[in-house]
């Protein structure tokens, strides 16, 4: 096989090692583990396996959550994850603050995704866009209702970002295979009920005690969740879906903090 090494045959038509192939081999130490498979050179040390009880099985934990992005951590300190690239539609609302929002679009780009951005403010993106993706145009930015058809695949999955205020229009690119759309709404709006009612996940930050009433209703939300979305901190969000709750504390990385500053509710 080319690449490897030269041979020889030997008179039986057996490939043998050349001179300078074999001279480039240390000879083994006396005592010496010599065994060899096929293809696969010397054998490695062997270590002792570690056995569980079947009774043991139910301790048994790994700390991964499902593959995407990881937004924080949820109340015990565990990594949360957001699965934004998947092969079915997608629609996530955010009530919250465009800190947040970029920091999802940074952690979306870095496991590949192609970020787009509608924004009636790309004043506020430019930085984010020309950082991300080392060089490569990794998130583009997008008037609102001008946004092109993204080509979405299995292979070049998107995230849409509409940043388009407090009534956002019905969007031209809509979810689809492989292409995720997040709305930002700063607050409650009128439009936040059919937003929410059509989104698969729903995240709320810091709002007001009559919004938090509003959202309580609209989203059948305990009692004990509704009084605590006026007092939530700067970086954290109530994650809904239909059959599940969890509170998320996104921290900032090194790097996010010298682009986007500290977490912080309010723009």
């Known amino acids: 096989m080319r690449g490897v090494g030269s041979t020889r045959r030997s008179a039986r038509g057996s490939a043998a090692p050349s001179a300078a192939a074999s001279a480039a081999v240390p000879a083994p130490s006396p005592g010496a583990r010599t065994s060899v498979r096929g293809g696969f050179g ?12 079947a009774a043991e099985l139910d301790a048994l934990a790994l700390p991964i959550g499902d593959d995407g992005v990881v937004i924080g951590v949820d ?30 679009a940074l952690r979306a780009a870095a496991t590949g995704a192609r970020v787009t951005v509608e924004t009636g403010r790309g004043q506020v993106w430019s930085g984010l866009a020309q950082a991300a993706g ?21 292979g070049s999955p998107v995230l849409v970002i509409r940043d388009c205020g407090m009534r956002p229009p019905r969007g031209r690119v809509a979810a689809g295979p492989w292409q995720s759309v997040l709305t930002l709404l700063p607050y409650l709006s009128p439009a ?6 059509n989104a698969s996940l729903v995240g709320i930050q810091r709002v007001s005690p009559d919004e938090a009433e509003q959202l309580g209703r ?4 305990p009692a004990a969740a509704v009084e605590s979305l006026p ?25 996010e903090t010298g682009l986007l500053g500290p977490a912080r509710r309010i723009d």
């Open 42 to 53: 010397l054998v490695g040390p062997r270590r002792e396996r570690h056995v569980l009880q």
């Open 75 to 104: 109340s015990g300190g565990r990594p949360a994850v957001l699965g934004v690239n998947r092969p079915t539609p997608y629609e996530v609302t955010l009530i919250g603050g465009l800190w947040t929002a970029q920091v999802l």
């Open 134 to 154: 080392g060089g490569q145009q990794c998130v583009t930015l997008h008037d609102v209702g001008r946004v092109p058809p993204q080509g979405a695949s299995a």
């Open 192 to 197: 936040a009920p059919r937003l929410v009612r």
């Open 218 to 221: 609209l989203m059948r939300l």
């Open 231 to 255: 007092t939530l901190g700067d970086g954290v969000t109530l994650w809904c879906t239909e059959r599940d709750r969890q509170f998320v504390m996104t921290q900032p990385t090194d790097a």
